[in-house]
Structure formats: C-alpha cells, structure tokens
C-alpha cells in the first residue's frame, strides 16, 4: 500500500490556491457580493453624517465572513484565499481615507480576524475534501480489483465456489454450477461433497465427482471481504495427473515384480546346476586324491583344488542365498534378516546387531519381501560405499505397521549432492529402496551426516497393497 507524501500534498494545495476557480461562474458572484460589501463600507466611512442616522455602527468588516465562508465551503482553500486576497485589495482605499475616517485599526483587527477564520476554515474544508478524495479513490480502486476478480471469477475454466464462514456456498462460477448442478448456493459444502471431513481439511484432498474425473480442491481465504472471512475452493481437474501417477506405480511395480521374479529363478538356477557340479567335482577331486599310486605332489594339488571348488561352490550358494533367501519364504522376516545379519558379521568387514521389538508376526509375501530387501540394500551400502564399521539393525512390529532402521558409522554422504547427481551410488540405492517402501504404500526417509554415518528409516503398513491392485492410488471419495 502507497503512504501519501505529506510534501505532495502541500504542494498541490498551494498549487491550488495559486489557481482559482477563475472559469466557475458562481466564483464570481462571490466575488461581486465581495464588492458590494466594501463598497457599502467604503460609502458610509466618507459619509459619516449617516452612521448616526440609518447606520449607527457602520458596516462591520466581519460581514466579509459571509462570501469568504461561501467560497470555503464551494471551493476549498482555493476559494477561501483567492476571495480573502480579493477582498483585502479592494479594503485598501478604505485604509487611506484621512483622519482615520476608515478606522484602520478595528478594521485591521477585524480583518486579521476574518484571515485567519478564512484560512482554518478553508483547510479544513481542504482536508476534508483532500481525504474524501482518497476514500473515493481506494473505493474505486476496490471496485475495480474485485471488478478484475469477479471476470476472472466468472470466465474461469476451472469449478471455483465461495464460501461464507459457516462453509456455506455464497457464490459459484459457471464451471461450478455445471460441475455441482445450479442447487449448489445455499448448501454447505460438505453436503454438496458428500463428505463430513472438516470443511478446513478440504484443501489439498483429491476427490471424485459426478462426472467421473479427479479434483484436487485449492482453499484461500479472500482478502477483499472485511465484513465476514470468506474462503474460495477451487476445484482442479488432476484426472491425467493421476492416471500417470498410477501408470507410473504400475509400472514400477511391474519392474520390481521382474526383477525379483529374475532373482528367483537365477537362485534356482545357481542352486540346481552349477552350485551342484561343484560339489560334485569337489567329491570326484577327492576321490582321485585318495586313490592308491597318486603321487603326493599330485594328491595335494588336487585337495587344493578341490578346496578352490568348495569356496566356489560357498560363493555360488551365498549368491543364491542373497537373490532369494530361502528364510524368507520358509521361517519369515525375521529368520531372513538373522542370516543376513549372520553372514554380514562372517565376513568380518563389519560387527553388526540385529534388534527386534514387539511381536514377530509373519507378515504378507509383499511385505517380507519389500522390508528385506530394504534392510539388505541400506546394509550393502554402508558396506560398500560407506565403509562401516558397526551396523544397528531394528525391527518393531507395531500395531499397524512394521518400523524398520539401518544405523551405521560410515564416512555418510551429502544427500542434496547425492540426490542431484545421477553419478552418486548412494543416490540409486536411495531411490530403489524409497520407490519399494511407497509400493507398498509406506515411507521411507534417510538422513546422513559426512564423517558420521547414515540412519535408514522405513515404516511399511500391515496392510500393504497387494501387487494385483492398483499400487498407491488411494480410493478417491466420491460425490454422486
């Protein structure tokens, strides 16, 4: 908001009173009553045989206040000024008359008098007409913002509805009658909705209506109302939005679906075949190495081969076992991330703990499956990129949802970089496992420290979404 400048307003004030009101015709008769005035005076103070007779007392100066006052309340000071000066020009023959036969000196007190009453007066009149201006001018400038309002209001493509401080409907624009139906003033909101959510919830909810399509509702309060609070809901067509939305969670869904439907059948692969023939090879090196007439330099040679085919054999099965832990399936969550932890430890890179709270449940396949896999990848990159030296495992099985947390001591990493560069390992491991937790319609937040280590923490729902629904897309409420 404009502070008015005091100076400005000076200077159009005396801008003013260097111009009067010379084109109006009614300043002129006040001008010529003026005339009439010090003319009379001026008459009867060269006749004084006539002051003992009609007029006793003369022609009092102060009849000037007449016309001046006048010219204040028409013009302002403008007039007030102009007809004071026009009046004190024409006082001054009166003022020369010989032998104080003008009485100089009341009329000059009187007319002091007459200045003064003529410039209060006419600032007064000034101000008055000066705020006035600017009332006038901030009502126009508001009739004329909530005029702009009121075409944007109407000629808006999007359902937009006013509504009173008792969520009541006041008004509603044409996309609005023809979305809600031309009953909806008058109605409260949640009635015409059809949902009893508080009516200061309803901003940001995306609901379905009538006409089959998605609307996200926008809630302001309107500042131009001063009289009651006033809020606009606006009504925005996410219809695509969310259709991408949920083409975009299917797909995910499908590609993890692949994946681990790979990791299966490679562990199954891994585990029938070359995992078998190494262990058969390892039995057949034992074999000739205990045969009689083998040399010893040979007999050891083929124990350390046969040695070489066991670690192989190890590998191959700690392989299969990553792609698709057997617990898992057979003993549940808890068994799988007890071998994880297990083996983790065996390798000695790490000294890891593994904590468990609450009731162990078995839990559905998507589940285990999605928390394991998140344990194992927050594991594999404290290890990996982190170098850590001690991991703290925890698994709470709450009342309706199951609480998981990674915690290592890693070097940690800068998440804003992380999450900018495409190049950063941390970043992909990040996104996988935040993209498994919101499948299956959770959360999953990370905070690291560089020099500290990383907190993993995940919260996954009881029940999640199964993979043959329509991933994370909620059950939009619907208005009939």
Do not use: C
């Not at 000196?105 to 006035?132: K, P, S």
């Not at 050891?300 to 392989?319: I, K, M, P, S």
């Not at 009731?359 to 285990?368: A, G, H, K, M, Y």
């Amino acid at each position: 908001m404009n502070t008015p400048d005091p100076s400005a307003a000076h200077r159009s004030i005396l801008d003013r009173i260097l111009h009067p009101p010379i084109s109006d015709g009614p300043f002129w008769i006040i001008q010529a009553g003026v005339l009439v005035i010090v003319a009379l005076h001026y008459f009867v103070d060269i006749h004084p045989s006539l002051i003992n007779q009609s007029l006793p007392t003369g022609i009092p100066v102060a009849i000037l206040v007449i016309p001046i006052g006048y010219a204040a309340l028409r013009y302002g000071l403008a007039g007030s000024a102009a007809t004071t000066l026009w009046a004190f020009v024409l006082w001054l023959p009166d003022l020369m008359l010989p032998n104080d036969e003008g009485h100089a000196g009341d009329d000059l007190i009187n007319f002091a008098i007459i200045v003064m009453v003529a410039i209060i007066f006419g600032r007064r009149i000034e101000t008055e007409r000066l705020t006035q201006r600017r009332i006038d001018e901030a009502t126009a400038r508001t009739l004329a913002v909530e005029a702009g309002y009121r075409r944007l209001f109407e000629s808006n493509r999007s359902p937009i509805v006013v509504l009173d401080d008792r969520g009541v409907v006041g008004d509603a624009n044409p996309a609005a009658v023809a979305l809600l139906g031309a009953a909806v003033i008058g109605r409260a909101i949640t009635a015409v909705l059809n949902d009893d959510a508080d009516v200061g919830s309803l901003s940001g909810r995306v609901l379905t209506l009538s006409d089959g399509r998605d609307y996200r509702l926008d809630m302001v309060s309107l500042p131009l109302d001063t009289t009651a609070r006033r809020r606009q809901v606006t009504f925005e067509d996410v219809t695509e939005e969310r259709h991408e939305e949920r083409r975009a969670r299917q797909f995910a869904q499908q590609v993890v679906q692949v994946e681990e439907d790979q990791r299966r059948r490679l562990a199954r692969e891994l585990h029938d075949e070359p995992l078998q023939l190494f262990l058969h090879l390892a039995r057949r090196l034992e074999t000739l190495g205990n045969a009689g007439g083998v040399p010893p330099s040979v007999a050891t040679g083929l124990a350390e081969t046969r040695n070489q085919a066991l670690d192989a054999a190890t590998r191959l099965r700690t392989l299969a076992r990553d792609l698709r832990p057997p617990a898992l399936d057979q003993l549940g969550l808890v068994a799988a991330l007890s071998s994880l932890v297990a083996d983790i430890d065996d390798e000695g890179a790490a000294t890891t703990h593994l904590a468990v709270r609450g009731t162990p449940i078995r839990l559905s396949p998507d589940v285990e499956l999605g928390a394991f896999r998140i344990v194992q990848e927050s594991m594999r990159n404290a290890q990996r990129h982190a170098s850590a030296r001690h991991l703290r495992v925890s698994v709470e099985f709450g009342d309706e949802a199951l609480h998981l947390s990674v915690v290592d001591d890693g070097s940690g990493f800068d998440q804003q970089r992380a999450l900018r560069s495409d190049k950063e390992a941390p970043s992909l491991g990040i996104v996988g496992m935040r993209e498994r937790a919101r499948l299956l319609g959770g959360s999953l937040t990370v905070q690291s420290t560089l020099g500290v280590g990383t907190v993993v923490e995940a919260i996954i729902p009881f029940d999640a979404p199964s993979r043959t629904a329509t991933v994370g897309a909620r059950s939009p409420s619907r208005v009939s």
